[in-house]
């Protein structure tokens, strides 16, 4: 495709239920990205795919998340037992190998609101 | 505590003036410097990369500075367009955390006909 596409681009749910991210990266970018960004505030790294490890998951805040990326490619961010505060613009971001020069490349986002 | 600071929160300029944000940043050791321009509802673009070596890097009406000593950049926005009505946000990755960014909170600019 021509840029990142993430899915859903909005997604109201009630608290206490699961819900999956979906990131689809621009072709041949190894490096994959997701942050979240709460009303009003910066943007807060979560985890960072190489491939399909994750040598950096050290953002995710708590054991309801999780993500995977499966074949170098499509990456999915699962939040269990979703709480209020997790409410949040969710932005996925694909780049080249980690470097000093690399430019990622960001998706529109996913709207999540937790009611 | 966030390391890295911007300023203003937010500023409003008339078309066709000129304007400068600041970023302060305590991320050591560094490794490069990143601005984006975030428009309303979409994902960050970016506008300039630059390393410690570097101290000044444009993208047309866009030019960013770097003094990697005393860790502070700016972004200085020439002749400027309803178009740039935007999140500004400074971002610096750390040498010892490829792939770990550290997000400023962004600069809120708001040009006025």
């Known amino acids: 495709g021509a840029g990142v596409s993430q899915s859903p681009s909005n997604k109201v749910t009630e608290k206490g239920k699961d819900v999956e991210l979906r990131c689809d990266p621009i072709?041949?970018?190894?490096?994959l990205y997701w942050y979240r960004q709460s009303l009003g505030q910066g943007l807060e790294f979560l985890i960072y795919f190489q491939g399909n490890s994750a040598p950096d998951k050290s953002g995710l805040p708590s054991d309801r998340f999780s993500a995977e990326r499966t074949g170098g490619s499509v990456s999915t961010l699962t939040i269990q037992r979703t709480q209020q505060e997790d409410s949040a613009v969710y932005l996925c971001?694909?780049?080249?190998?980690?470097?000093?020069?690399?430019?990622?490349?960001f998706g529109p986002g996913t709207r999540l609101l937790v009611l | 505590k966030n390391q890295v600071e911007q300023s203003p929160q937010s500023l409003i300029i008339l078309e066709g003036k000129n304007c400068t944000l600041q970023c302060n940043y305590t991320v050591s050791p560094f490794s490069n410097l990143r601005w984006y321009k975030q428009d309303t509802g979409r994902g960050p673009v970016s506008l300039t990369i630059m390393t410690f070596s570097e101290n000044t890097k444009s993208n047309g009406r866009y030019t960013a500075t770097l003094d990697a000593d005393t860790k502070q950049s700016s972004l200085h926005i020439t002749a400027s367009q309803l178009s740039d009505s935007a999140s500004y946000i400074c971002?610096?990755?750390?040498?010892?955390?490829?792939?770990?960014?550290?997000f400023g909170a962004g600069t809120q600019v708001v040009v006025t006909p």
């Open positions: 971001a694909g780049g080249g190998r980690p470097g000093v020069q690399e430019t990622q490349y």
């Open positions: 072709s041949g970018h190894t490096a």
């Open positions: 971002v610096v990755s750390g040498a010892d955390s490829w792939g770990k960014l550290q």
